[in-house]
Structures are given as C-alpha cells and as structure tokens.
Nanobody, 120 residues
Framework: QVQLVESGGGLVQAGGSLRLSCLAS????????MSWYHHAPGKERDLVAS??????TNYPDSMEDRFTISRDSADGVYLQMDSLKPEDTGVYYC???????????????WGQGTQVTVSS
C-alpha cells in the first residue's frame, strides 16, 4: 500500500509564498508521474502541475508562471507557490501514478490534501 502525505499549506496574505510537500511511503516498485491538483470551493479539482520520474514537467495552459513543481529522488514532490492570489485558495492534493509491482501496471493514488488560504 502507498501513502501520500502532503504538508506545507496554511494561511498567507496575497502576494506571499508557500511551498507544498508530498512524500510517498509504503511498498511499491516505482512511481512515474506525480502531480498537484487544486480544489477550490464550489469548483472541480483542476490540475496545477505534473512531473515525470525523469523530471519532465507539464503545466496547463491556463496556469500562470507563479507555481513551480519539482521532485527529488526519494519520490517527494514539491510545489513552490509564489505571488499567491485569493483565487488560489483551496485544497491542494498530491497525485501519483504508482506501479506496485515489477509488471509496471500503474494505479493512481491521492493524498489527503492540504488547505491553502490566501487572504486579500
């Protein structure tokens, strides 16, 4: 079983910064793509950024250049959030495509989410 644990959320004023972390633990063969999703109140969960095991990143066209995703060799994924705006408020979820076994069949796992609140 794989666990994804997020941390780093909190309350910040507009224009401030936060760095979210997501650490994977448990038993698995490999983790490929890891992503961050944003769930704003009353809206759908949207992709913020993703990064492959080799370090290739993807940001939706709608994203401004305020967030940066990164990853370390220990399967931790991070989201640096700068110039935060009130509309960035919501729960941020970590997502991972995990291959539990050497056959490389992948399954999606989600973390429990971390709350980010940006005050105006």
């Amino acid at each position: 079983q794989v666990q994804l644990v997020e941390s780093g959320g909190g309350l910040v004023q507009a224009g401030g910064s936060l760095r979210l972390s997501c650490l994977a633990s448990g038993s698995y063969f490999s983790i490929n793509t890891m992503s961050w999703y944003h769930h704003a109140p009353g809206k759908e969960r949207d992709l913020v950024a993703s990064i492959t095991k080799s370090g290739s990143t993807n940001y939706p066209d709608s994203m401004e250049d305020r967030f940066t995703i990164s990853r370390d060799s220990a399967d931790g994924v991070y989201l640096q959030m700068d110039s935060l705006k009130p509309e960035d408020t919501g729960v941020y979820y970590c997502n991972a495509h995990v291959a539990p076994y050497s056959d490389l069949r992948e399954y999606q796992y989600w973390g429990q989410g971390t709350q980010v609140t940006v005050s105006s």
